[in-house]
């Protein structure tokens, strides 16, 4: 069915408000048990984050960025003739990485048709415990009615304010990143986590200046000391200019133009783009929750129990917008469980999704896979019981390309106890962000090192080193 502009019933079995992933996979599966379902989405866009300015965007992107090398590689290294330098024509790419994106909310829009659930633009408030409020694009107002409704607003980028950072505002955000129409020959990107560290070595790989500014000595500080400690050298290796221990204190320039960027630590850095990467909020905001007692904390973020349960009967909470595991197959497995529960079989009357041991990857250079514990969380947790497995090498990939651009790979396992139980797995190094996947099922089933010692190893592979570890 097309876009819905009213209510088409007086009232459903489930409200969905927000329309990406979480929300899209939730309404699906709630929809797939015969209930009456509609989902309302504030953006003339479908997917959310993940699909428009986030994970599809930002691999393609990364992509990219790695072909250059690769291009480079094969001058180079592999003696390929007839290779020029390469020459990356950002605002063509972008149109084509655009209509692609465009191609998957169609998709998207299919998929809800497809399962019968029914599409509301607008944006939704809530106006009681069981009723929205929506405002469509043409500024009409209906409300809507459910037995359960379920909140998957996601969350957005945060900038400065101008009154704490002078001229903050002549910075974009993330979002923005994926508007611009031409490379930016000068950038700076401030923020230390994965955001900021992906935009950056994307950036510095297509041929920008790059430089980032952090506030401590290394980047994804929360991440195992191997990985940030590896990461941080091979990017300052790799030419992007690195500013430790700073803080931006005023922006001065005009949009469009030479941006200063002044910081509390050295002299001015001029750049063509000031990109702020330094966290993120819930939208929360203009919701209507604590009119019908939704509690919500001092970010922001909403409060919900291990069932995805709001502090108000009926109202829950999935994805971005309750503050943890941010990542879209978090929002999604949690969405699909939720539905099960209050829809499905006997069987599901107790799903929910655990949040422990959630694979992550990081789409750096090169990029970098991890799962379970990090080394000072084990050993706070379990103590002298913690014993690390370490192989620090160079991808075969690399044997034929000149020392300089060799690029590390190191894997890392944590184990507990007699048995040596694994819990963390560590993964820096070309192809890491598609070996973790399996890593992670054995992580999740409580592999012990002897499993992985007893696996015959895939040879020759990077991910072999996991199984062979002594």
């Known amino acids: 069915m097309p876009p819905v502009d009213r209510p088409t019933v007086d009232r459903y079995d489930y409200i969905c408000i927000g329309g990406g992933s979480g929300g899209v996979a939730s309404s699906r599966r709630a929809a797939s048990y015969g209930k009456k379902v509609a989902l309302v989405e504030v953006s003339p866009y479908l997917g959310g984050t993940c699909v428009n300015v986030g994970c599809v965007p930002k691999k393609i992107m990364w992509h990219a960025a790695d072909m250059a090398d690769r291009l480079r590689h094969a001058a180079d290294g592999y ?17 084509q990485r655009d209509a692609y994106i465009r191609k998957l909310n169609k998709i998207y829009e299919n998929n809800l048709e497809r399962e019968e659930v ?15 409020q929506v405002i469509r694009p043409d500024g009409e107002k209906y409300v809507m009615h459910a037995d359960h409704i379920t909140i998957a607003v996601g969350g957005c980028p945060v900038i400065p304010s101008d009154d ?26 401030v923020g230390a986590g994965y955001i900021a560290v992906e935009l950056a070595g994307v950036l510095n790989a297509l041929g920008s200046e790059t430089h980032l500014i952090i506030r401590k000595d290394k980047v994804l500080r929360s991440f195992d000391p191997t990985v940030h400690d590896t990461l941080t050298s091979w990017m300052e290796h790799t030419g992007i200019k690195i500013h430790k221990h700073s803080n931006v204190t005023k922006v001065e320039g005009r949009k469009g133009q030479t941006l200063t960027v002044h910081t509390d630590k050295e002299g001015a850095i001029e750049v063509d783009c000031l990109i702020w990467a330094i966290g993120r909020r819930s939208n929360t905001e203009s919701l209507g929750l604590e009119g019908v007692g939704v509690e919500t904390d001092r970010k922001g973020d ?36 939720l539905s099960n529960r209050l829809f499905g079989p006997e069987k599901f009357k107790d799903d929910k999704l655990s949040y422990k041991n959630i694979p992550t990857v990081v789409f750096s250079h090169p990029p970098i896979g991890t799962v379970g514990l990090t080394e000072p969380e084990a050993r706070q947790l379990y103590g002298d019981d913690v014993k690390i497995y ?23 396992l944590i184990v507990v106890g007699e048995e040596e139980r694994v819990v963390g797995v560590h993964m820096i190094g070309q192809g890491s962000d598609e070996a973790l996947q399996g890593f992670a099922v054995a992580v999740k089933m ?17 991910a072999e080193e996991l199984v062979t570890m002594r």
């Not at 003696?79 to 790419?93: A, L, M, S, V």
């Not at 044997?399 to 790979?409: A, F, L, R, Y």
């Not at 409580?446 to 990077?462: F, N, Q, W, Y």
């Open 79 to 95: 003696q390929f003739r007839g290779i020029p330098e390469p020459n990356f024509d950002w605002r063509t790419f972008k149109l």
């Open 118 to 132: 029914e599409y509301h633009p607008g944006f939704a408030c809530f106006v009681g415990k069981d009723a929205i």
């Open 164 to 189: 704490k950072i002078p001229g903050a505002s002549l910075g974009i955000d993330s979002d923005g990143f994926f508007e611009l129409e031409d490379r930016p020959k000068r950038v700076a990107v």
């Open 302 to 337: 909403t409060v919900v129990d291990d069932y995805q349960n709001t502090s108000t009967k009926g109202i829950y909470a999935i994805g971005d917008v309750q503050g943890k595991a941010l990542l879209t197959p978090v929002a999604i497995a949690a969405g699909r469980r």
């Open 390 to 412: 370490k192989s620090s090498f160079r991808s075969l990939y690399f044997s034929q390309i000149d020392e300089e651009h060799k690029e590390p790979t190191v894997y890392k």
């Open 446 to 462: 409580g592999a012990r090192k002897k499993d992985l010692d007893d696996t015959v190893a895939i040879h020759p592979t990077s």
